[in-house]
């Protein structure tokens, strides 16, 4: 042990004193460790903020200290002691409706939010003009007072002061809402707000028996206050039937943060790809540097230095220098924060103080070093093979064969780390293993991508141009930069591809194909009193239009055979079925647009026990079987039913579709209100804009939702995340680019030894610069054929396989890839080789 302690501490000072002269040689080395790192922090650390901010800001978020929500109903007189036992209560409902002109000139989708006098228990509710929320809202001579959102009034071109029409009720605006604060809370809208008093929207004739009508109760705890836990235990054990879903302060809004957490997850295995990709530069930088140490590692042997000191000298110097790039990233993620607060503070709740995030930062450093780890120890093995007397003789470390197993071991327990850190810190682990999976088959196949260029380039026909001879010898001899440029460009480049496709099919789907499936209206909250006189009108403005009408409830799944879900462990891609009420219907026959797969449907005229038909793809990441029971809260009752069949539903062609249809006798005489699409390919803008009126002035009180605009909508957001997506892609491509430089570098001396020699024998130097250029061509062109098939697999994968929609090759991303690959490989390297086209012969030569 003393002899190690002494060998290490030897080891330790003589790295100190030759990093003293600076850090020529590791400069790639910084840049790959420092981006990976600071995109990891960077990403992290931001995610963390937003989500302690919700934490953090939860009461005011939520507007209370719990919400107790209920859909379609409002809560009776025992429900309302109960929340008054609790302690100060503020009631809130909200609902979609048609906002309109009153010369009926134009109308726009709305979200309407009805407050009482109470709202909000916490926050502060901030309009233009600063007024108090009572004033904006107050009756005055038959009008209601109303805040609308900017967006409305510059949809309808009004001003405030000005009047619309919202169901049978007149509104004045009296302000614009600037600040809402519990607008996160209640999730994201297709419509622009606007709020007004419970008052007003009795009035308006908007509620009706079967409206999709979200109440929302919030209350604020009186002391002593009861945990969330207590509150939740104490509602389903006073009213176990109420079908309320609850939420606390400290969880204000699920959605976004799991939603956020996911895709900060995402953008960490990118940065994650960015770091290893990094790795392959700091391998590359390593053995250039330890080429370039010949002589002092000759020395060290020569003197007696054992080969293990050796190692340990040059193991020091990449730690520290390795410690200097992550601490760089670590920089970049800790200022992250700050620079995101000032773009995303005006739409979501993230902190403008300067905090330091010690858990995104330590997950960066982590991953930083075992990358380090995992790439510089096999070149550091190779380095203790080689005799002093070969370092002597030879060129640089040429790697033959493997270094000695205790190396392979390190090598092999580094990755090992860095492959459970991404897994254990990952929510969604099966994703994050498989992607890691993918990113060591790519390594492994860009490794046979290489050996097979070469093996080509070594099986070419003899061609007459100098050049290209050179060229075509220089991608298989020993020591090519073939492995070094197919791997460091391949994994960046495919990455781009397969992003790029994803954004580009999803683009296509929504702004070409689904318009083109899709209906061009959804008409919601269709009274049974008014379904007759709606389809006149429909029909009348839409000769050819098809029009289909269905029956719709709302209902929240409380139990699978008895077992509460909230107890159960659901798979995170069938979560979204158990969050919050469902939209749900019953039919006697099959619905057009789904196919029975598994069991049989009910008969005609069926009264039995209550069945239900389940969408098979969302029963499979249940867990559920033909004859499993499902319980669900409809209108405050406790309904069971047992699973008749499971439908492969179409849900891309955004037609009518539930999860749940339950046979008729389900629901006998339940009251609910109908929900219709209209399909009018003929239709044009003009034809659905009078549809639209027709509608909206007969029946007041429909919803009219135009298909289009929900997609618009839609794309902007696809459009928002792509942009983050190609950020973070780009830091890889950048990782890249860097491993390219490196290993250029790398290989720099060996070509300038090739270019003094080839020169002295009569080449001339335009002919070398058209031999590197022909060698990075095809380099580069091979490279791009491969991540054009690598990255068209992954994106098929994900849009057929996850997503389920279909996927196409777009080649202007083709062309773009290629173009991008030749250009960075030949640019990158023309750059380095120009140089040392310049090199002096003599004192080259002097060294052979």
């Known amino acids: ?136 809202v107050a009756a005055s001579e038959g009008r209601f007072g109303a805040v609308a959102a900017p967006l409305l009034l ?72 009861p945990t969330p836990e207590e509150i939740r235990r104490k509602a389903e054990s006073t009213l176990p039937n109420a079908g309320w879903s609850i ?23 990118v940065g994650l790809t960015a770091l290893v990709v990094g790795g392959v530069g700091v391998a590359n930088a390593v053995r250039a540097f330890l080429d370039s140490k010949r002589t002092v590692i000759a020395t060290l042997k020569c003197l007696g230095a054992p080969a293990s000191v050796v190692v340990m000298v040059y193991f020091f110097q990449i730690t520290i220098v390795a410690a200097i790039g992550i601490l760089a990233g670590l920089v970049l993620g800790a200022i992250a924060p700050l620079v995101a607060s000032y773009y995303l503070a005006g739409f979501l709740p993230i902190s403008t103080e300067p905090t330091l995030y010690p858990g995104a930062l330590l997950l960066a450093a982590l991953f930083g070093m075992l990358v380090t780890l995992a790439f510089a120890i096999l070149p550091l093995g190779h380095a203790r093979k080689v005799p002093a007397t070969a370092l002597f003789r030879e060129q640089g470390f040429e790697p033959r064969g493997w270094p000695s197993w205790p190396y392979l071991a390190a090598t092999t327990l580094a990755l090992g780390a860095l492959a459970a850190l991404a897994i254990l ?55 090519a930069l073939t492995p070094a440029v197919t791997l460091s460009l391949g994994l960046g480049l ?32 269709i009274q049974k009193s008014e379904i007759e006189g709606f389809r006149s009108v429909v029909e009348g403005q839409s000769q050819n239009g098809k029009l289909v009408e269905v029956p719709m409830l709302r209902g929240r799944i409380l139990a699978f055979n008895d077992t509460d879900v909230a107890k159960m462990d659901v798979p995170p891609e069938g979560r979204w079925v158990l969050r919050g009420d469902r939209g749900i219907t019953y039919a006697e026959t099959v619905p057009e ?35 499993d029971t499902v ?70 009180t429909i919803t009219s939702v135009r298909v289009k605009d929900a997609l618009d909508v839609v794309d902007r957001l696809v459009g928002q995340l792509a942009t983050a997506i190609r950020a973070a892609a780009a830091i890889a491509l950048v990782a890249s680019i860097l491993v390219l430089s490196g290993a250029l570098a790398a290989g720099n001396r060996a070509r300038t030894h090739d270019a003094v020699v080839l020169k002295t024998l009569g080449a001339t130097r335009a002919m070398l610069i058209r031999a590197f250029t022909y060698e990075y061509f095809l380099l580069g062109a091979a490279t791009a054929c491969f991540a054009l098939l690598a990255g068209g697999g992954v994106a098929w994968y994900v849009l057929s396989q996850i997503m389920r929609l279909p996927s196409n090759f777009l080649p202007d991303v083709a062309l773009a890839t290629i173009l991008l690959s030749l250009v960075t490989t030949i640019g990158i390297g023309l750059a380095g080789t120009w140089r040392i086209l310049g090199q002096k012969a003599a004192p080259v030569l002097r060294e052979l």
């Open 593 to 627: 647009n789904a196919s029975v797969i598994e069991g049989e449907w009910w008969p005609a005229d069926y009264t039995g026990e209550p069945l239900v038909s389940f969408s098979a793809e969302e029963a499979g990441e249940l867990g559920l079987k033909l004859g």
């Open 631 to 700: 319980t669900v809260n409809v209108l405050g009752r406790n309904i069971t039913a047992k699973i008749a069949n499971f439908r492969k539903v179409e849900w891309e062609s955004l037609s009518i579709n539930f999860v749940m249809v339950f046979s008729p006798n389900t629901f006998a005489g339940a009251p609910h209100a109908w929900l219709a699409t209209l399909t009018d390919a003929s239709a044009g803008p003009a034809e659905e804009a009078a549809i639209l009126k027709a509608v909206t002035r007969t029946f007041p």
């Open 494 to 525: 495919s990455l781009l591809v397969a992003l790029a496709l994803i954004d580009g099919n999803l683009r296509r789907e929504l702004s070409a194909n689904l318009p083109e499936r899709a209906p061009n209206f959804f008409f919601i909250d």
């Open 1 to 136: 042990m003393m002899r190690f302690r002494t060998r290490a501490s030897t080891a330790f000072r003589i790295a100190l004193r030759e990093l003293r002269g600076g850090l020529k040689g590791f400069y790639i080395f910084l840049a790959c460790i420092a981006l990976g790192t600071g995109a990891i922090a960077a990403v992290n650390s931001v995610a963390t903020a937003i989500t302690g901010s919700i934490a953090s800001e939860g009461r005011t978020l939520l507007a209370g200290d719990v919400r107790f929500e209920l859909n379609n109903r409002e809560a009776n007189a025992e429900e309302i002691r109960f929340l008054e036992d609790l302690g100060d209560i503020s009631v809130s409902t909200v609902l979609r409706s048609m906002a309109r002109l009153p010369d009926g000139s134009d109308q726009s989708l709305v979200e309407v939010k009805a407050i009482d006098g109470a709202y909000p228990l916490y926050g502060t509710f901030v309009a233009d003009p600063a007024r108090p929320l009572s004033e904006l």
């Open 154 to 225: 510059e949809r309808l071109g009004l001003e405030v002061g000005d009047e619309i029409l919202i169901g049978k009720a007149r509104f004045v605006i009296a302000g614009s809402i600037a600040t809402e604060p519990d607008a996160i809370s209640d999730g994201f809208g297709f419509a622009p707000r606007l709020i007004t008093s419970r008052e007003a929207l009795k009035a308006s004739g908007l509620v009706e028996t079967g409206s999709l009508v979200e109440h929302a109760y919030k209350v604020r705890l009186t002391a002593p206050a």
């Open 247 to 269: 939420r606390t302060s400290d969880r204000a809004a699920p959605s976004l943060t799991e939603n956020i957490e996911r895709f900060s997850q995402f953008l960490t295995l």
């Open 425 to 479: 810190t990952s929510e969604e682990r099966r994703i994050a293993t498989i992607f890691l999976v993918a990113m060591a088959a790519g390594f492994v196949l860009l490794r046979l991508v290489a050996l097979g260029i070469a093996y080509l380039a070594r099986r070419s026909p003899h061609v007459p141009s100098a050049a290209l001879r050179l060229a075509i010898g220089n991608i298989h001899r020993p020591g």
